[in-house]
């Protein structure tokens, strides 16, 4: 059993409802409170609402992401319009226990992770000492955005 981290996120539609069936669909066994956060990368859409999930999970990483991209799509995620663009409901699989992944298709951790406020809040809700492979604590990193 892999314990995974996963930031879930939407800025269309009823975000909470979706993030939180998500987390069901997902089989969490810990989400984080749920905040508002502005977006980043494209900003001229709504806020999001984030938060970041425990998942233990038997699948390899790729099995698990391509179970979040299935999630995605029944949630009524497109993939259409700007990238960072606004979405029903945003899958990121953040960390898979202490591997680090650099497949195509796959990077664990998360390649922006550590600089999101919007995720490294949540992971450190769930676990302040959780550590970044390759950059550190969460809490650190945090910290490290003030």
Do not use: C
């Not at 069901?24 to 999001?48: C, H, K, M, N, V």
């Not at 992770?113 to 949540?122: D, Q």
């Amino acid at each position: 059993m892999t314990l995974a981290y996963v930031g879930l996120g939407a800025n269309l539609g009823g975000r909470e409802v979706t993030i939180r069936r998500a987390a069901e669909l997902i089989g969490a066994t810990r989400l984080s409170a749920l905040i508002e956060t502005e977006p980043w990368g494209y900003a001229d859409q709504p806020p999001f609402l984030n938060a970041a999930a425990a998942v233990e999970t038997e699948l390899t990483a790729r099995e698990l992401l391509g179970e979040l991209l299935q999630i995605e799509l029944g949630l009524g995620r497109t993939r259409e319009g700007p990238r960072f663009g606004p979405r029903t409901i945003d899958l990121d699989l953040l960390l898979y226990g202490n591997e680090t992944i650099e497949a195509p298709g796959l990077t664990v951790p998360h390649p922006r992770l550590h600089e999101r406020r919007s995720v490294l809040e949540p992971l450190a809700e769930l676990d302040s000492a959780l550590v970044v492979p390759g950059k550190g604590e969460v809490a650190a990193l945090l910290a490290a955005l003030d």
